[in-house]
């Protein structure tokens, strides 16, 4: 069994301020995990994943996450918010060669202040 | 640019009518989800396949709902009779699942379901 839990619904933060948006998950095999943003009426796009190489990866737009085993967390995170940055974003978890076994977080809003 | 579509971008109709979603997956993948995204439930898978066949329908409501891939650039999600509690956003989703692992899913921009 897997799950993904996405500490908080909602963040806030003024533009140029560092971003953090926290996910943890569980899974009884090695998985991959992949950070996702929705912004309004359009679907979800991948903004990086990991699948057990690099345990700090990089993505696009300035975000990036660190993949820490010993505290089953997969953090995303950006130094300096920018007002486009502002949607809904996703941590997913997958089981490796098993591409049905995505299960999503319940998901963060993300709101960037002037 | 390769990306998934879906149509009707939009869908209003009333209770008890039949809907059909399209989705055409980019060319080349060789898996198709179908989510269902509302406020208070979030992404719920519906159905998935793999090279054209279903492989797990279990998150769909099987008295209502079918989701078919007549072929490889066609995936449909029909609901019969419609009812409004199914008022939600319908994605579609492709991608290329390999032996070492699940790559990345291509989202549709969905279909907007209002059921009155």
């Known amino acids: 069994a897997q799950s993904v839990t996405q500490l908080d619904s909602h963040v806030s933060v003024s533009e140029g301020t560092p971003v953090l948006l926290r996910c943890n998950y569980s899974?009884?095999?090695?998985?991959?995990l992949f950070w996702y943003v929705q912004h309004p009426n359009k679907g979800l796009q991948l903004l990086l994943k990991y699948t057990s190489a690099a345990t700090l990866v990089k993505g696009i737009n300035g975000f990036e996450a660190e993949f820490k085993k010993s505290e089953t967390s997969f953090h995303l995170t950006k130094p300096s918010a920018h007002m486009s940055d502002a949607a809904e974003y996703f941590c997913v978890v997958s089981r490796n060669n098993a591409g049905n076994m995505l299960t999503f977080g319940g998901g963060t809003r993300l709101m960037v202040k002037p | 640019d390769a990306r998934v579509t879906q149509t009707p971008r939009h869908k209003v109709t009333e209770m008890g009518q039949e809907v059909t979603m399209r989705c055409q997956p980019i060319?080349?993948?060789?898996?198709v989800f179908w989510y269902r995204q509302t406020m208070m439930q979030g992404l719920e898978l519906l159905a998935y396949?793999?090279?054209?066949?279903?492989?797990?329908d279990s998150g769909m409501p099987k008295d209502r709902f079918s989701a078919e891939m007549p072929d490889a650039t066609l995936a449909t999600l029909k609901i019969q009779p419609s009812e409004p509690r199914d008022s939600a956003v319908y994605f579609c989703?492709?991608?290329?699942?390999?032996?070492?692992?699940?790559?990345?899913?291509?989202f549709g921009e969905g279909s907007r379901l209002t059921v009155l």
């Open positions: 396949f793999r090279n054209r066949a279903p492989l797990d």
């Open positions: 989703a492709s991608g290329l699942v390999r032996r070492e692992g699940t790559g990345e899913l291509f």
């Open positions: 899974s009884s095999y090695s998985p991959s």
């Open positions: 060319l080349g993948h060789n898996t």
